[in-house]
Nanobody, 126 residues
């Protein structure tokens, strides 16, 4: 079991950058594949990115590919999402999630993840 806490959200202008962090409790962090999801008011939760246990494999939503970079530091029990060239449509609450299945073929489905953080707000102004 792992507890997740997101941080790093804020207000930025379009074209700006933010780096989100997801801090996990305990030494079991490395046993989880990790993902980022986001949810805007009135919309469904949306997949953003996923990274394998070791950090060697990463997957992105088409809307973020080329702009966002997911990474992790298992020694620090922390996952990151570097967001560049932000757009107003990136505005949402961003959640990190943990998945015990490192080879989950349905990693875009949030319901399959085992643990979730409380989220951090990202607002991109136009």
């Amino acid at each position: 079991q792992v507890q997740l806490i997101e941080s790093g959200g804020g207000l930025v202008q379009a074209g700006g950058s933010l780096r989100l962090s997801c801090a996990a409790s305990g030494r079991t962090f490395s046993t989880y594949a990790m993902g980022w999801f986001r949810q805007a008011p009135g919309k469904e939760r949306e997949f953003v990115a996923r990274i394998s246990r070791s950090g060697n494999r990463a997957y992105y939503a088409d809307s973020t590919k080329g702009r966002f970079t997911i990474s992790r530091d298992n020694a620090k029990n922390t996952m990151y999402l570097q967001m560049n060239s932000l757009k107003p449509e990136d505005t949402a609450v961003y959640f990190c999630a943990a998945d015990l299945d490192d080879y989950n073929s349905d990693y875009r489905r949030g319901t399959l993840y085992d643990h979730w953080g409380q989220g951090t707000q990202v607002t991109v102004s136009s």
